[in-house]
């Protein structure tokens, strides 16, 4: 799997659009940038998940680099509930691969 | 559904004892794994089972077992439990649809402390 860096932490305010970088300069053609995020004690949860193209879904847009090397997840309004550690990961989906967690980033929301 | 549940939410065990954490899904995913997560850590993978019979070593094995007899169910087991073996331990399940979506779906967590 590519590496990924991402900033260890980020504030946002309430209501406003928080974006949220990932480095992953050494992706390879066939491998998927995927978003999860884990609110405090909870297992992981879900976001979303790109190849080249930009996505969205009912909780996020996913902005893919034209040269893949790196990506932003946009939270347009987010609420105090996005409060979470965000982690990107860079893999292929095959059946043995496994997702790898690194660090992630911790967003912090404020009123 | 009830979606990945997992039992107990939390342990105390005393070094040297054995234990085996449950996990189970009812959606009829193929895939499952175990990771732990340390205090202001990301998740480590322990062991991953890519159908029922099927397991395959992690990150991070040592001191863990698993099996698979069922797709439904994914125990892990701490044969000889160590005080480095506290942490929090989650279960995933996920489905994989040739080259299109993958997502895992994460259990609520063990606490695990060893004393």
């Known amino acids: 799997d590519a590496k990924t860096t991402q900033p260890t932490s980020m504030d946002c305010a309430e209501g406003r659009a928080a974006n949220l970088p990932c480095n992953h300069s050494?992706?390879?053609?066939?491998?998927?940038v995927y978003w999860y995020r884990q609110i405090h004690s909870q297992g992981p949860q879900y976001i979303i998940h790109?190849?080249?193209n930009n996505e969205t879904n009912e909780m996020a847009s996913l902005i893919i680099t034209e040269d893949r090397k790196s990506s932003t997840l946009i939270l347009p309004h987010a609420t105090l509930r996005d409060t979470a550690v965000y982690y990107c990961?860079?893999?292929?989906?095959?059946?043995?691969?496994?997702?790898?967690f690194g660090g992630g980033t911790r967003l912090m929301v404020k009123p | 559904n009830a979606g990945v549940t997992q039992t107990p939410k939390f342990q105390v065990l005393k070094t040297g004892q054995s234990m085996t954490l449950q996990c189970a899904q009812d959606?009829?995913?193929?895939?499952m794994s175990w990771y732990r997560q340390d205090p202001g850590m990301g998740l480590r993978l322990i062991h991953y089972?890519?159908?029922?019979?099927?397991?395959d070593q992690g990150e991070v094995p040592n001191g863990y077992n698993v099996s698979r007899s069922t797709t439904e169910d994914f125990p892990l087991r701490l044969l000889s439990a160590a005080p480095s073996q506290t942490s929090v331990y989650f279960c995933?399940?996920?489905?994989?649809?040739?080259?299109?979506?993958?997502?895992?779906?994460f259990g609520p967590g063990t606490r695990l402390l060893v004393l």
């Open positions: 995933a399940s996920s489905y994989f649809l040739a080259g299109v979506r993958e997502t895992q779906y």
């Open positions: 050494t992706i390879s053609g066939n491998e998927y």
């Open positions: 790109g190849l080249k």
């Open positions: 990961i860079v893999r292929v989906p095959n059946a043995g691969n496994m997702l790898t």
């Open positions: 959606m009829n995913h193929e895939y």
């Open positions: 089972s890519v159908g029922a019979g099927i397991t």
